[in-house]
């Protein structure tokens, strides 16, 4: 009987530990990640992009992430592309678009910047309202 179980332990764990083909890419309810400046301008220059600037040791940073992920998976918002930037793999994005504290939203329209968040008191209703703005 003991056999049994453990053969059974083994199995359910083997099981589930078993990799997910869509690993790779972004779910609904993820930041898309941004790994060079050509990404980037080539993925902003057109329609309506929100960009996550944040530093993976900022505590403010994992405090706003959730009220951006929030934006994601809103039906209003399917048109939006959304990603996230990582300060410290991508210092060239972040001296061309002038982030100069963390965490930063960017809203862009076009390769434009309409508007510039920072800090990490941005609530999801007032970013989405600004993104139905542009």
Same mark, same amino acid.
């Given at each position: 009987?003991?056999?049994?179980?453990?053969?059974?332990?083994?199995?359910?764990?083997?099981?589930?530990?078993?990799?997910?083909n869509?690993?790779?890419?972004?779910?609904?309810?993820?930041?898309?990640?941004?790994?060079? #400046?050509? /990404?980037?301008?080539?993925?902003?220059?057109? %329609? =309506?992009?929100?960009?996550?600037?944040?530093?993976?040791?900022?505590?403010?940073?994992?405090?706003?992430?959730?009220?951006?992920?929030?934006?994601?998976? /809103?039906s209003?918002?399917?048109?939006?592309?959304?990603?996230? =930037? /990582?300060?410290?793999?991508?210092?060239?994005? =972040?001296?061309?678009?002038?982030?100069?504290?963390?965490?930063?939203? #960017?809203?862009?329209? /076009? %390769?434009?910047?309409?508007?510039?968040?920072? %800090?990490?008191?941005?609530?999801?209703?007032?970013?989405?309202?600004?993104?139905?703005?542009?």
């Amino acid at each position: 009987m003991r056999i049994f179980i453990l053969t059974l332990f083994l199995v359910v764990n083997f099981i589930s530990c078993s990799k997910d083909n869509n690993s790779d890419n972004p779910t609904s309810t993820q930041l898309n990640i941004i790994n060079s #400046l050509n /990404d980037f301008d080539s993925r902003i220059a057109k %329609g =309506v992009t929100l960009a996550f600037f944040h530093a993976t040791w900022c505590s403010k940073c994992a405090t706003q992430r959730p009220e951006v992920e929030g934006l994601i998976s /809103d039906s209003e918002l399917q048109s939006v592309f959304f990603c996230e =930037v /990582d300060y410290e793999k991508n210092a060239n994005i =972040v001296s061309k678009y002038e982030v100069f504290g963390f965490p930063t939203i #960017l809203l862009i329209k /076009d %390769g434009q910047v309409k508007h510039t968040l920072v %800090g990490s008191n941005n609530k999801k209703a007032d970013i989405k309202q600004l993104l139905k703005s542009l």
